[in-house]
């Protein structure tokens, strides 16, 4: 069973072997789509595999598209010339269940593949083509929220885009340029409407993209290199919007055990291709059942029923909401317990750990116990139910190959956020005090304990990557099994509030922080006693 046209044609062998096939007539979907394309996509990554265009599959064999979408990669052209184009740019999404099935679909709602590649005349025109056409609702993106950033490392505006800001929309070499390029041949098209709705992983999403396109549509027209009106197009709602989204399914890498079910089945062809820019790629991506995409419903030039497929359209403030829910209180605080603590216990996956039953109280601590209490109800998705969710059918499913250790890639980056804003609720409230969290401060201290890469048996391992270990460990050079620290010697670390939103020392909380590390470098073991102690 080859996974392309031809491969498809023997319906029987798939279907035999268990698959969803598309019940749509895949020719009369590209060739409407080519003529009046709805939906481009930038990003050609895992996520919008097996979610996106799953959905969108969904709703073609449902007849409510009778368009496909369209995929573009920016990053790293191989993933199109070596993934997509050589599978007619089918895909198969395979669904892990918690209840240890599996669904496995050939998808074939991706019916153009594109390369964002202003020096490619082809490909690019392409591109063109297709932003100027007046059909065109949405151009989403899933590329990373370092995709949209304009400066470099130290902060700088990085060199390929102050090229783009000198020499305009005509060849950018820099990706937001080039989105900005085709964002202004649509403006010259006559100012057609369209919705850019980043789907990235990252708070405020929208803003992150309207930042770096309106700095092009500002630069380019004091440049004299735009049209001062696309400015004005840019920032005009009636024309050009940057919803907010909320998105959130656990797509790990692909996994050779599923390789292996569907090597089984007969599928041919199945090798992971890794690119020269070290991205691994291949024909199928791995799941959860779990999805959720909540979207500021802003769509200037319209838009299809997607919410028959599942994607929830609402209210800005209401995106908001969710997106503190989740990465606040009711799944990301509790994957970076779990990321911690699974690293210096010695676990290598996330569902083994949810069968241990000290991390199993600590997370449903922080969740119910610290979180919820202070959690904003976004109306849409009720946050009781969502972290039921989280702690009984997602972390635990057995076929999730999501590890600790690629969690905990990070971290200092991370507890602002996933901890700092329960702490400052807790702190804002008359109602509560911040002396009543024991939880939280215990995760900053087992962080603290994991950054001596040793665990609790004693044994190194290696850390995950973080932009500040180098920093922050200098200022634990004297952290060892036996040994014991003060406040003082962790002050600069304790009172960073980059890293923990809040000075500790400010919110009373460096002293129980201090006092649980002490507790965990007692000896080897000692990690585990005091998950014992304070979760009986």
């Known amino acids: 069973m ?80 070596k993934m997509y184009r050589p599978h007619d740019n089918y895909g198969i999404a395979v669904t892990l269940k ?5 669904e496995k679909a050939v998808v074939g709602s991706i019916v153009e593949s594109c390369i964002l590649d202003s ?46 800001f000198e020499a305009g929309p005509v060849r950018p070499g820099s990706y937001m340029g080039k989105v900005a390029s085709l964002l202004y041949f649509r403006y010259k098209a006559g100012e057609l409407p369209i919705a850019m709705v980043s789907m990235d992983n990252c708070s405020h999403n ?45 797509t790990p890498r692909p996994d050779t055990s599923v390789e292996k079910i569907l090597r089984e089945d007969g599928v041919e062809g199945l ?50 909401k969710v997106e503190k829910m989740k990465v606040c209180t009711c799944l990301n605080p509790l994957h970076t317990c779990l990321a911690i603590f699974g690293c210096i216990l010695g ?29 904003a109800d976004p109306g849409i998705l009720e946050p009781g139910e969502f972290i039921d969710k989280v702690i009984n059918v997602r972390f635990p499913n057995p076929f999730m190959p999501d590890t600790p250790q690629r969690i905990a890639t990070d971290t200092s980056q991370k507890l602002a956020i996933r901890f700092g804003e329960t702490i400052k609720a807790y702190q804002a409230s008359p109602e509560r005090d911040v002396k009543d969290l024991k ?22 391992f290696e850390l995950s990557p973080d932009p500040l270990l180098d920093t922050v460990r200098t200022h634990l050079s004297g952290l060892k099994l036996g040994g014991s620290v003060d406040c003082e010697m962790l002050k600069p670390v304790l009172e ?27 000896d080897t073991g000692a990690v585990r006693a005091v998950l014992k102690k304070y979760l009986p």
């Not at 025109?125 to 993106?141: N, P, T, V, W, Y």
């Not at 991506?285 to 909540?294: G, I, R």
């Not at 215990?442 to 044994?459: E, N, P």
């Open 2 to 81: 080859k996974l392309n046209e031809q491969g498809m044609q023997d319906v029987a062998a798939w279907e035999a072997a268990g698959y969803e096939l598309p019940r749509f007539n895949r020719e009369e979907v590209k060739k409407a789509s080519r003529e009046k394309p709805f939906w481009i996509h930038f990003g050609a990554g895992n996520i919008f595999r097996a979610f996106q265009a799953n959905v969108v599959q969904k709703l073609l064999n449902d007849r409510v598209l009778d368009r496909g979408l369209m995929i573009a990669e920016g990053f790293d052209y191989e993933i199109i010339e």
């Open 98 to 102: 918690a209840d240890g099935t599996i």
């Open 119 to 164: 020096d490619n005349e082809g490909e690019y025109g392409r591109l063109k083509e297709i932003f100027g056409k007046d059909s065109l609702q949405i151009a989403s993106f899933t590329i990373t929220e370092k995709g949209y950033s304009l400066v470099n490392g130290t902060g700088k505006i990085s060199s390929d885009v102050a090229a783009d």
């Open 206 to 250: 929208g803003d992150k993209l309207y930042t770096a396109i309106n700095a092009f549509a500002e630069k380019w027209a004091e440049n004299g290199l735009a049209d001062e009106g696309f400015k004005s197009y840019v920032n005009d709602r009636a024309k050009v919007t940057f919803p907010w989204s909320m998105i959130d399914k656990i």
């Open 271 to 320: 090798e992971t291709v890794i690119t020269s820019k070290n991205t691994y790629v291949a024909p199928f991506v791995n799941a959860e059942e779990c999805e959720y995409l909540v979207i500021e419903d802003a769509f200037p030039n319209g838009r299809p029923c997607l919410e028959k497929g599942g994607f929830l359209f609402t209210g800005r403030e209401t995106v908001d």
């Open 347 to 375: 676990y290598r996956k996330i569902s083994e750990e949810m069968k241990d039953t000290e991390l199993k109280k600590l997370i449903e601590a922080v969740g119910y116990k610290e979180g919820l209490p202070v959690v």
């Open 439 to 460: 939880m939280i401060p215990l995760v900053f201290a087992g962080w603290l304990r994991y950054l001596m890469a040793v665990d609790d048996a004693g044994k190194p």
């Open 496 to 522: 960073n509030k980059n890293i923990f939103g809040i000075n500790l020392y400010d919110a009373g909380m460096a002293e129980i922080v201090t006092g649980y590390l002490n507790e965990m470098i007692i």
